[in-house]
């Protein structure tokens, strides 16, 4: 009764909130709205519309190849494009003006799809874009814990079940995952491996992978030899088109759960590496997770980083409130998958509903 009275409740909240972008969309407010503001957007995937992997993958994660060029068009008219680079100009040079809508478009890990669905598309619109890697993932078959978590519970939820029953494993990690899929039932997997996904962000990133490992091997399972991420060909060549390409540490590390060495070895191993790959590199920083404290900050800045990027919703404007804690717009299918919703999310205004 109380799950069918939340998803009651959601619906109504989402009809509503359609309803409202419509009217926003159709009034033509958006195009006066939040003038003289910066729109920094975060993507991470852009897939084809009839990719058979969307069910694996967080709602949350992505966009689809369609959605993604009518946003694209939508932004290109609407809005001034500038590059990461271009917008710190700006803020050093006084140069912002009160009445241009800018709009600055970042993607985060560093995916395949990203060079495979969106640069053709960013290219055709002539827009600048930047993405943050995880330089000692690029070129390489691995996949991050959560991809993993969710091929595995998508695809073996039963036999992760059982796992209690025929181990007498005492890892804290795997009872995690475990006890997680216990709350929930077949019917509402995709809600569980979400949830068991934000769960397991309170470990270290080892740990986890050290439990995955050790359930892959108890179900002898294993993940699909199949690369996600961008290789250096890849990159290099995006690097010579308009997309420039910043640092999301090596491995993807969620710093707040790491001490400052292993903070500063990650930030200072990957500037490195993107720089002596010769790229379009940006000094700036993506917070995995989006997670940071002023320690973090402050060690950002002393390995040269000139701005840093989070996960904040929020807007910028003739200057950054803290140039480490530079905030941005999350942009999803779940949430903009019509241009009325996406120019309303774009506006603020949907974060009070």
Aim: proline content about 3%; hydrophobic content about 35%; overall charge negative.
């Amino acid at each position: 009764m109380v799950v069918k009275q939340l998803s009651k409740r959601i619906n109504i909240k989402n009809t509503l909130r359609k309803i409202i972008a419509w009217g926003y969309y159709y009034s033509g407010f958006y195009k006066i709205y939040h003038k003289g503001k910066i729109h920094i957007l975060m993507y991470h995937r852009v897939l084809k519309d009839t990719d058979g992997a969307i069910s694996e993958i967080q709602p949350g994660m992505y966009v689809t190849e369609s959605v993604f060029e009518s946003q694209m068009k939508y932004l290109s008219k609407h809005y001034k494009l500038i590059s990461i680079i271009e917008l710190l100009e700006l803020w050093k040079n006084g140069q912002y003006s009160k009445d241009t809508k800018y709009c600055v478009v970042t993607f985060d890990d560093g995916w395949i799809d990203n060079y495979q669905n969106a640069y053709p598309i960013l290219r055709k619109y002539e827009i600048p874009a930047t993405i943050f890697v995880t330089t000692s993932l690029i070129g390489t078959n691995n996949w991050f814990w959560p991809e993993k978590i969710s091929y595995l519970l998508l695809n073996q939820y039963h036999n992760i079940l059982d796992l209690r029953s025929h181990t007498d494993d005492t890892d804290e990690v795997i009872l995690s995952i475990i006890n997680a899929l216990n709350k929930g039932s077949s019917h509402d997997i995709r809600e569980q491996v979400d949830s068991t996904i934000e769960e397991l962000k309170k470990y270290p990133g080892k740990s986890i992978d050290n439990a995955l490992d050790r359930i892959y091997k108890l179900l002898d399972l294993s993940v699909p030899d199949e690369r996600v991420l961008l290789n250096w060909s890849e990159i290099q060549e995006m690097s010579n088109n308009r997309i420039s390409f910043g640092s999301h540490t090596c491995n993807h590390t969620i710093l707040t759960g790491v001490s400052l060495d292993v903070v500063r070895e990650e930030l200072e191993s990957s500037m490195y590496k993107l720089k002596e790959q010769n790229l379009n590199f940006v000094p700036v920083f993506c917070y995995p997770n989006g997670n940071y404290d002023r320690e973090i900050q402050t060690v950002v800045k002393e390995c040269g980083y000139e701005a840093a990027v989070t996960t904040r919703f929020g807007f910028e404007d003739e200057m950054p409130v803290d140039y480490y804690g530079i905030r941005r717009i999350g942009v999803h299918n779940d949430i903009s998958s019509t241009m009325p919703l996406f120019s309303f999310h774009l506006s603020g205004l949907r974060h009070g509903l």
